[in-house]
């Protein structure tokens, strides 16, 4: 099944360069050794994970994945979710490597539906404070399909003045992390991204429901989640319900953190991704 997929997505791949040269990702590869895909969370950067990678890449190959539309990197002229997926799916077969995927929000989402296409080999999933349906979160009655792009509130937020849109984002920057000093970094990757794309491409986050796919992974996936600003009680409700349907999974809370453990727990969560990372490396010596 790999080698049908690998052969049908690289043609797909060189196809669509005939076509055109834009590309939904771009990959920054540091380090040598075992390989590690880091995907980051909606509207952000791959530097957003620069200081775990400056660590990390001292024993492993450190692929960092920034999204087009947001943050310098020019906006996609396609699909914007599926074009992300299938360019990363594309990517770990043109480079021949069998990655553990470690994915923040938008990012771990990223992961575990890369994990359930089973159109790539990977080892390990690695999702920080990410669900298998954002929707289903955050609409009541959620179905994929009521949701639609040129909906009042899509149209709304892309007629929406600078000003208001700044407003906007300091508002949402402030709701993700405990620390202030990062207020403002997260706050002007919002601003600088793509209005379209930060408009569409959340609609296309919010429809992805993978949540009866979850059956399907074949890896065992790490889950760590953020207790802030709901609880541990409640967060573990939600994401024990969330991955009911997931064989193999370990959940890790991040106690006083916010959405952005990177930034709020840096020390516990380089620790842990050690701690996985070595575990994997072990197992997969061991074999």
Not at 40 to 65: M, N, R, Y
Not at 154 to 165: A, G, Q, S, V
Request: proline share 3%; aromatic share 10%; charged share 20%.
């Amino acid at each position: 099944m790999f080698k049908f997929f690998r052969t049908a997505l690289i043609l797909i791949f060189c196809i669509s360069n005939l076509i055109s040269q834009e590309s939904a990702i771009e990959i920054k590869v540091e380090g040598e050794g075992p390989d590690v895909i880091f995907l980051p969370g909606f509207a952000c950067p791959g530097e957003v994970w620069q200081d775990l990678v400056s660590e990390i890449k001292l024993t492993h190959t450190c692929h960092s994945v920034s999204y087009a539309g947001f943050v310098g990197v020019e906006a996609f002229n396609g699909p914007w979710l599926s074009g992300i997926i299938n360019e990363l799916e594309t990517y770990i077969l043109k480079e021949t490597i069998n990655p553990i995927l470690i994915g923040h929000s938008l990012g771990g989402t990223l992961a575990l539906k890369i994990g359930v296409d089973q159109k790539v080999e990977i080892q390990h999933i690695v999702s920080i404070d990410g669900l298998a349906s954002v929707g289903a979160l955050v609409i009541p009655n959620f179905s994929p399909d009521l949701l639609l792009y040129d909906s009042p509130q899509n149209m709304r937020m892309l007629n929406m003045e600078h000003d208001d849109f700044v407003d906007l984002a300091n508002m949402m920057a402030e709701s993700m992390v405990l620390d202030s000093s990062h207020y403002q970094l997260i706050s002007n990757w919002i601003i600088d991204s793509d209005r379209n794309t930060y408009v569409y491409g959340y609609t296309d986050l919010l429809k992805l429901d993978l949540r009866n796919d979850l059956s399907k992974l074949e890896v065992s996936v790490s889950i760590i989640a953020a207790t802030y600003p709901y609880g541990k009680d409640t967060v573990a409700k939600t994401f024990k319900e969330q991955f009911k349907n997931l064989n193999d999974y370990e959940l890790y809370y991040a106690e006083n953190s916010g959405h952005f453990i990177m930034l709020d727990q840096p020390i516990w969560l380089m620790n842990i991704l050690k701690e996985i990372l070595n575990h994997n490396l072990h197992k997969v010596s061991s074999k």
